[in-house]
């Protein structure tokens, strides 16, 4: 395929170079149906640049060559060769630190102290962790019948096809690229078609850091096309796809009726958030306010559902609504902004329209509710509904957006029943200074994240997945491992005879 050069984009008054092709076989090149789609900064509603579009024929190459890849010597190559390969991609991050930051700002709307202290440093700590694993997938043996030896190997499962979302566009091209290639795995990733951006960058990088090609390879472009093309490809043997509830289940059907591909899904959430009489107040408060409001509420384990005990519930109120009014929405290369803009209009208006359908349900607005006009960019005010009750679409469904639903409680047993009162299962926190009681309560929540005196806290070690609705199988951690590997058993015939 021709070669597509990279455009080079003003971002905060510097020059930043961009990819703009697909990444197949360590090349950028042009899309075989000569497409292209324009990339918006959501801060600001203006065009970036244009960047090539893929479709299914530009997925087949891809296969191909991460096929040729993982045949090729990938699969067998040596662990720790791989793991100074992810060291590598790292230490490039690390090099090219402002550059990757503030693509990232403009690709996605991250305000700069959410992008400098938790996408950029947290990608590159989930590379180094799975470099650390690379060597350390063992196989057991097993005592079976007497004349054989028998024992189980860890094999990379193949052609890995990544779908990704617009929410942390990079972070979700680490979580997802990292355990695959320690294990040995090769990679088709579809980026989300509204934040394409920073994952151009990292294939820049996987080919300087020496990755062979056909390892990694990107095609940008959208979820009927691209995706679908990628769920139901014959020879893709693994999808992995974070986005929503509705396009997992797209793409389960899909790998059921091609190839029965492995899937793993993270998808959505509505996520509870309780409060007790006897947690430290402004502490409960502050964790809550970032459960809701971080990156705009763009956020699949967002705490969008706060229960408060009756006891304090206008103390709660009244201190949560103080640090609701004061974030900052702003500019998000000051670093005074607390919240930057929504990713596009689309959502934008869905979130507006959330608004909308609270207020008919009966709901009180109690802060907020309204656009913030600032540079053309998407941007909405933290926003409080109270008088709630469980049937409302503000409480059930999820709005991802600075939108957060208030309830008031009595007893445990009644805010569990609450809580657990959902078809999603992603994350779920409890604030209390009562050790027993967030002992009891964590086990009964049935949520695959739960919180205690925090929200909204992930690290690379630890896995991270849905219960219910909310997904299938575990990213980071040990366990995404499992996902990226698959068990061979092996009998060893030592000297038993025919039966
Ligand atoms: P959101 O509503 O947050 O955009 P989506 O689930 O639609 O969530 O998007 C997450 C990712 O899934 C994006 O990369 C998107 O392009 C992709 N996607 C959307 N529809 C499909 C589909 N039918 N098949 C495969 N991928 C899809």
Request: proline share 5%.
């Amino acid at each position: 395929a021709a070669s597509a050069p990279p455009k080079s984009v003003v971002i905060n008054a510097k020059e930043i170079s961009i990819p703009t092709g697909l990444f197949i076989n360590n090349e950028f090149v042009k899309a075989l149906g000569g497409k292209t789609f324009e990339v918006e900064n959501p801060a600001t509603g203006k065009v970036l640049l244009s960047i090539e579009e893929g479709q299914a024929e530009d997925v087949d190459l891809a296969v191909k060559a991460a096929r040729k890849a993982f045949d090729g010597g990938w699969a067998d190559s040596d662990p720790a060769w791989r793991a100074s390969l992810l060291h590598r991609l790292a230490d490039l991050m690390e090099k090219n630190r402002d550059e990757m930051l503030a693509v990232e700002m403009v690709d996605s709307g991250k305000p700069l102290n959410q992008a400098s202290t938790v996408d950029l440093p947290a990608s590159i700590g989930t590379l180094r962790y799975y470099a650390s694993w690379a060597d350390k997938v063992y196989g057991r043996t097993a005592a079976t019948v007497p004349g054989t030896f028998t024992y189980t190997v860890r094999e990379p499962i193949g052609v890995c096809g990544q779908i990704i979302p617009w929410n942390f566009p990079l972070m979700m091209f680490v979580w997802k690229i990292a355990p695959a290639l320690a294990t040995g795995n090769t990679i088709v990733m579809k980026s989300a078609e509204s934040t394409p951006l920073s994952a151009l960058k990292m294939c820049e990088l996987i080919r300087e850091a020496g990755f062979p090609a056909g390892t990694v390879n990107l095609v940008s472009g959208f979820g009927p096309t691209v995706g679908a093309a990628i769920a139901n490809h014959m020879d893709i043997d693994k999808v992995a796809f974070t986005g929503s509830t509705a396009t997992g289940r797209v793409i389960l059907k899909a790998a059921a009726s091609s190839n029965l591909k492995k899937v793993t899904l993270e998808l959505g959430g509505k996520s509870p958030n309780i409060v007790f009489p006897d947690a430290d107040l402004q502490k409960a408060v502050d964790w809550s306010v970032l459960g809701i409001d971080f990156h705009a509420g763009q956020v699949c384990h967002a705490g969008t559902r706060i229960y408060v005990h009756e006891d304090i519930y206008d103390a709660f109120l009244a201190a949560f609504t103080k640090k609701m009014a004061s974030i900052k929405v702003g500019s998000i290369f000051s670093s005074e902004t607390d919240q930057g803009p929504q990713i596009n209009r689309s959502q934008y208006d869905k979130i507006l329209g959330y608004i909308d359908i609270g207020k008919k349900e009966g709901a009180t607005l109690h802060l907020g509710g309204n656009p913030v006009s600032k540079d053309g960019g998407y941007f909405i005010e933290p926003t409080i509904f109270t008088d709630v009750t469980p049937e409302m679409k503000i409480v059930k469904e999820e709005i991802f957006g600075p939108v957060v639903v208030i309830a008031k409680f009595k007893s445990e047993d009644e805010v569990i029943v609450a809580a657990n009162d959902t078809s999603y299962g992603l994350a779920a926190g409890v604030h209390t200074n009562d050790y027993q009681r967030a002992l009891r309560i964590t086990k009964k929540l049935r949520a695959g994240t739960t919180w205690v005196n925090m929200f909204n806290f992930l690290h690379w070690s630890m896995p991270f997945g849905g219960y219910k609705e909310s997904g299938i199988g575990r990213e980071l951690g040990g366990e995404a491992l499992d996902n990226y590997t698959q068990v061979k058993s092996v009998f060893f015939n030592m000297g038993i005879p025919t039966p």
